[in-house]
């Protein structure tokens, strides 16, 4: 089966939720597998509505494995420059442009970057601790 796409942003994105979306499913499957039932139960006894159970009682569960689904998610996506370049067409994203640089010499502008990349993923980290709490 043919999809005929024509080769753009929309294909890397595509690509990337493909080889993406197992590796986030892991803690989110896992965490689902651990969840007691009988809060839910309890929720609906109690007279909630289904949206009222998913927002009160399952997401609030669910959200550091939510979380730490899409931090994996995000890395491995970040670092898959090959699947990038097999998808790309004319445009150019900040790991194909870092790589190209990478092979012919290392710049300041790739340290500083680089710099940033670390700052706003500790940074991400950090505030996925805050949001998640201490589990």
């Known amino acids: 089966m043919k999809l005929e796409l024509e080769l753009s942003l929309l ?5 990337h939720g493909v080889f993406g979306l197992p590796v986030a499913f892991g803690p989110i499957l896992t965490r689902l597998s651990q969840f007691p039932r009988s ?13 009222e159970v998913f927002r009160d009682v399952l997401f609030p569960y669910l959200r550091s494995a939510l979380i730490a689904g899409a931090l994996l998610a995000f890395t491995l996506s970040f670092d898959e420059v090959v699947v990038t370049i097999f998808l790309t067409g004319r445009e150019n994203t900040l790991p194909m442009e870092i790589w190209s640089r990478l092979r012919i010499d290392i710049t300041p502008e790739i340290a500083a970057v680089a710099t940033l990349v670390l700052l706003g993923s500790g940074g991400v980290v950090l505030l996925s601790q805050q949001l998640g709490g201490t589990e």
């Open 11 to 15: 294909t890397v994105i595509l690509g």
């Open 39 to 51: 809060l839910e139960e309890a929720a609906y006894d109690l007279g909630a509505k289904p949206s």
